[in-house]
C-alpha cells in the first residue's frame, strides 16, 4: 500500500511541475505569446529574444523591419526616383537645397521661416512610456526635413518628464525619451552631430498636478546651433 502511495504522489509531482512551465526572463522568449505579456520589451519573438519585429509585416503601413525594429519605409532609391525640384537624401524626398549664401551673408538667412523655431518640433509622450507616437513621428519627420534644408552645426535632445516617480527614475526615463528622438531623427537621415541629455523632472512647464499638466512636461525639446 506503502508502495502505491508514493507512486501516486511521484505522478502527481511530475504532473505538477509539467503544468507549471519556467518562468521567462524579461527580454527572452519561446514564442511571441511570452513577449506579448511582458511590459517594455518588442512583441515579436526573433530567435528567442523578443524584438519589435522580425519582417516588414510586423510593422504598421508605411515602415519597414530593419535589424528588428520598425524604420520609415524609404520614398526614393536608385529605382525609386522622386519628384521634380526634389532630391533623395537617406531614402527620403527632400526639396533640393538651395546653393549656399555668398560670402558675408548670415546664416540665418539660408533658414526657412518654418524651420526657424526648434520648440514648434516639441514632441511628447504618454505615462512612463518613452516609445515615439505617431503624432510625434509627424513633428519629427518636419523637423528632419528642415534640418536636411538648412542643417545643423550641433543638436541637442532635452528629455523631461512630469513630476510623478523618483527623481532617479525620472532622470533616467527623459533620458530614454531624448535618446529615441536621437534614434528616430538619425533613421530619417539626418547627420547632424546630435546629443541627448535628461532633466528628469526639472524645468516643468507647468506646475499643476493633474493629467493636462504632466502630458505638457513629458517631452523632448531641441536646440539647435547653426
Do not use: H
Amino acid at each position: 500500500m506503502r508502495r502505491v502511495l508514493l507512486a501516486a504522489l511521484s505522478v502527481s509531482a511530475v504532473l505538477a511541475l509539467a503544468g507549471c512551465p519556467p518562468k521567462v526572463k524579461k527580454g527572452e522568449c519561446k514564442s511571441s505569446a511570452d513577449c506579448a505579456s511582458q511590459e517594455g520589451v518588442g512583441k515579436v519573438c526573433v530567435e528567442g529574444r523578443c524584438q519589435e519585429c522580425g519582417q516588414d509585416s510586423d510593422c504598421r503601413e508605411g515602415f519597414v523591419c530593419r535589424e528588428n525594429r520598425c524604420a520609415p519605409k524609404p520614398q526614393c532609391g536608385p529605382d525609386t526616383p522622386c519628384p521634380a525640384g526634389q532630391e533623395c537624401v537617406a531614402e527620403r524626398c527632400v526639396a533640393k537645397q538651395a546653393e549656399a549664401p555668398a560670402a558675408g551673408a548670415g546664416a540665418a538667412a539660408a533658414v526657412p521661416p518654418e524651420c526657424a523655431d526648434p520648440s514648434a518640433f516639441t514632441i511628447r509622450f504618454d505615462f512612463d512610456k518613452y516609445t515615439i507616437t505617431s503624432q510625434s513621428q509627424q513633428t519629427l519627420q518636419k523637423f528632419a526635413d528642415c534640418l536636411k534644408r538648412a542643417p545643423a552645426k550641433a543638436l541637442t535632445a532635452n528629455g523631461y518628464a512630469d513630476e510623478r516617480g523618483t527623481a532617479q527614475y525620472n532622470v533616467a526615463l527623459s533620458a530614454k525619451r531624448a535618446e529615441a528622438a536621437k534614434k528616430y531623427l538619425g533613421d530619417l537621415g539626418v547627420q547632424s552631430s546630435m546629443q541627448t541629455v535628461g532633466y528628469g523632472e526639472e524645468n516643468p512647464l507647468c506646475t499643476d498636478s493633474n493629467e493636462a499638466c504632466w502630458s505638457r512636461n513629458r517631452r523632448v525639446e531641441f536646440q539647435v546651433s547653426r
